[in-house]
């Protein structure tokens, strides 16, 4: 079954600074890739999704990088703020089938 | 209002007990999961349903039961096989399963504890 690896497992930035977090994945029939944020005692919720057919989406600070051929697909978050810290779930799935989550990454936000 | 609701909040069990935890949903959706969320294991998957009355296991299904008798429903037992009980427990949903899904919706989730 699909297998997903997410690095790092803790990340600290500078605020203002850029942030990256990156996930590979073993299924190549996976062809729908999202991202969630989990904050502190709160319920994770979707912050961007990504789809085979589509290399690279962005919303406002945040974008997500597919590479298919590789199977990677990371996080990017530029301009970090302070309520950008969270733990971070990457996700891959194929169709009609069950979302498999990478293990999550603390994301700080250094003052 | 619409969302998904688990309770309780917070459970506590002695062990060899068997414990069921509540997961409904009024978002109309056909697909719902459970996942088992643990320090540093991410969130992994239980069981799902992406119909009435038929639901597949995941990852992790040793020790664990489901039923999805109404759409709106999808119950978790944790029964007295499961090793290793204590966790926090999400439950999601979706329009669809899979790709068609788009968005999961999830629960506040259920802290169980076993004494």
């Known amino acids: 079954g699909e297998n997903v690896e997410q690095h790092p497992s803790t990340l600290s930035v500078q605020e203002g600074d850029s942030a990256v977090i990156k996930c590979t994945y073993s299924?190549?029939?996976?062809?729908?890739f999202p991202w969630y944020k989990q904050e502190l005692g709160k319920r994770p919720q979707l912050i961007i999704d990504?789809?085979?057919?589509?290399g690279e989406k962005k919303d406002q600070r945040i974008a997500v990088t597919l590479n298919k051929t590789a199977k990677h697909f990371s996080l990017h978050i530029t301009e970090t703020q302070p309520e950008d810290s969270a733990v971070y779930f990457c996700?891959?799935?194929?169709?009609?089938?069950?979302?498999?989550f990478g293990k999550g990454t603390r994301l700080h936000i250094l003052p | 209002d619409g969302g998904i609701t688990q309770s309780p909040k917070y459970l506590f069990r002695k062990e060899g007990q068997n414990v069921t935890l509540s997961c409904e949903q009024n978002l109309n959706h056909d697909a719902m999961y459970w996942y088992r969320q643990d320090p540093g294991q991410g969130l992994r998957l239980i069981y799902y349903?992406?119909?009435?009355?038929?639901?597949q296991k995941g990852d992790i299904a040793e020790g664990y039961s489901v039923s999805r008798e109404k759409k709106e429903s999808f119950p978790l037992t944790v029964t007295s096989a499961q090793k290793n009980p204590t966790a926090f427990y999400l439950c999601?949903?979706?329009?669809?399963?899979?790709?068609?899904?788009?968005?999961?919706?999830f629960g506040e989730g259920s802290r169980l504890t076993v004494l």
């Open positions: 299924d190549s029939a996976s062809n729908y």
């Open positions: 999601a949903s979706s329009i669809s399963a899979g790709t068609g899904a788009g968005e999961l919706f």
């Open positions: 990504i789809r085979s057919n589509v």
């Open positions: 349903s992406q119909i009435v009355n038929d639901f």
């Open positions: 996700a891959a799935s194929k169709w009609n089938d069950k979302i498999i």
